[in-house]
């Protein structure tokens, strides 16, 4: 399954929970509410067309006019990593 690129990882049982929880810490360390629209993109395919258009939308507001999106913005144009840990969420 890694070969064929199935899966990121294959690890011992032993090491599963270290490296979930390692993956974990990075997707946390990423914007939130990046982390809420690709949930939200993950379950499109059950949303039909209305779900789709709505999460367009939503997807566009959320990526222009946040505060989040400001500060990822800033945070590039600094060359510095943004700080997500304010909690952005609308």
Do not use: C
Not at 71 to 83: M, Q, S, T, V
């Amino acid at each position: 399954a890694y070969e064929m690129g199935m899966v990121n990882a294959v690890v011992p049982h032993d090491d599963l929970e270290s490296t979930a929880y390692q993956w974990a810490q990075e997707i946390l360390a990423k914007s939130p509410i990046s982390i809420k629209m690709l949930k939200f993109a993950m379950n499109l395919t059950d949303d039909g067309m209305v779900g789709q258009q709505v999460f367009a939308g939503e997807a566009t507001r959320l990526a222009y006019m946040t505060d989040e999106a400001k500060e990822g913005r800033n945070a590039f144009l600094e060359k510095r990593k943004p700080n997500f840990e304010k909690k952005w969420i609308p």
